[in-house]
């Protein structure tokens, strides 16, 4: 029989001992599984044949890693290794400040692919849209290519260049954009007074402090806009981010109860984020706008929000991330990136491939500057080797282009909407004889 390389023993004593202990945190010793030692036999086989045998030298360490990313690619979109340069990149982009073009990217149908661009970033000033499938980085193929190592090589240091070549529905060729890359700071919340005593918060992602960016917005618009009439909370197009933020931010608005539960195969992945009575909690309605890019972070804020009864979703199907991913740091500087849980509202719905319906369904209707842009919205259930909801089928598809921010009323039916059910709030309460707290459907 052939011997195993002596390069592979560190691997296969790992292996050996997970199979012999069994899965982490299970207390019961598992049986050894026959057929998991055949197949790391044949693995060890294959990889000494490549090592021997390619055309061309290549380092163990580069086969190795290829087959853990072609491991986790089997498991779903959001589980990957990250080296230890990966690693940094990751820990950099939740400071909200990193040197970039300024897009947010997934793999849609195997191919990369722009969620949206950032607002007044080298990207969008280029003219990148949601829906554009970056091909190219650079001249080389962005075939196979993960999202951490598509993401180290669009970012780089302040006035370098990167080009990407592009192809979008109705062109006929693809398009290299040539991009100067800057210093990216994402601002987390933005706010302001938008309409006779209406709040308005913009939450754009969920990074490290915007629970404590979400409390001074608060309290610079009770000053400004006193009495208050109403909040509109604005997390159309925002990707998610940090758990814990998206917790803190909910127990801003809660007083008690469940935010949100996270259940896994491995029981110590299970958590219950209860919400506590901080006495200064705003009591004016809330209305939330989300959309198809509202994701896993902002999910679970929009429902809790909605479970609870504090707030209106208003605006279409949000994106359907419902899956929590655990980074857990190697000893080389690397970590694993694994999807160890889903989570589940207050109510124990799960929106993992579902999303969240709003309370009251407003389509997104395009400026006259927008009417070039026909991409089609994303969502989770699109992406190849998602986790499958139990009970999936195909949503209702809405067009809605990635936008800049509008100042304008007009210009943004859906804030208007939203401003216009909180001005005649108080109509609607005294006809309707509800309390403060929203009356909404579970």
């Not at 592009?166 to 990216?184: A, Q, Y």
């Not at 009417?371 to 195909?394: A, C, F, L």
């Amino acid at each position: 029989m052939k011997k195993f390389s002596h390069k592979l023993l560190p691997l296969l004593c790992l292996f050996t001992v997970l199979i012999l202990l069994g899965p982490c945190g299970d207390s019961q010793v598992s049986a050894v599984d026959r057929n998991t030692y055949k197949s790391l036999k044949i693995f060890n086989e294959v990889l000494d044949m490549v090592e021997k045998n390619y055309v061309e030298d290549i380092q163990p360490k580069t086969l190795i890693q290829g087959a853990i990313n072609g491991m986790l690619r089997s498991l779903d979109p959001h589980s990957t290794f990250m080296t230890a340069d990966m690693y940094r990149e990751l820990e950099v982009e939740t400071r909200g400040s990193f040197g970039g073009i300024g897009i947010e990217i997934t793999i849609l149908k195997d191919v990369l692919t722009v969620v949206s661009p950032i607002e007044d970033t080298p990207a969008f000033q280029a003219g990148i849209k949601a829906g554009d499938q970056i091909i190219k980085i650079d001249g080389v193929s962005t075939k196979d290519i993960n999202i951490m190592e598509a993401v180290k090589k669009l970012r780089g240091p302040k006035d370098t260049k990167v080009t990407i070549t592009i192809l979008r529905e109705n062109m006929p060729l693809p398009k290299d954009i040539v991009i100067t890359r800057t210093d990216i700071k994402i601002k987390s919340v933005k706010s302001r007074i938008v309409d006779d005593n209406v709040g308005y918060i913009r939450i754009a992602s969920f990074q490290e402090k915007t629970a404590e960016e979400i409390k001074k917005a608060l309290q610079e618009i009770n000053v400004k806009a006193a009495p208050l009439k109403g909040l509109v909370l604005d997390m159309r197009y925002n990707p998610g981010g940090l758990y814990n933020q998206a917790v803190e931010v909910s127990e801003v608005f809660l007083k008690s109860g469940v935010i949100v539960s996270t259940r896994g195969r491995v029981k110590n992945m299970d958590s219950k984020f209860m919400a506590k009575d901080d006495g200064n909690e705003p009591t004016c309605p809330i209305v939330v706008l989300v959309n198809e890019g509202t994701a896993s972070a902002a999910e679970i804020v929009a429902g809790a929000l909605q479970d609870k009864g504090r707030a209106l979703l208003l605006g279409t199907q949000t994106f359907g991330k419902g899956s929590v991913q655990t980074v857990i740091p190697l000893e080389d500087g690397s970590a694993l990136k694994l999807t160890t849980a889903k989570y589940y509202t207050p109510k124990g719905r799960s929106i993992q491939a579902e999303g969240i319906t709003p309370d009251i369904v407003v389509k997104y209707f395009k400026t006259p500057e927008e009417k070039g842009s026909s991409s089609e919205p994303m969502r989770e259930q699109d992406i190849v080797g998602h986790i499958r909801s139990p009970k999936e089928k195909d949503s209702p598809k809405t067009v809605e282009p990635a936008k800049k921010e509008s100042e304008n009323l007009m210009e943004d039916n859906q804030l208007k909407a939203a401003v216009d059910i909180l001005k005649s709030w108080e109509i609607f309460r005294k006809t309707s004889s509800v309390s403060t707290e929203i009356r909404v459907r579970g």
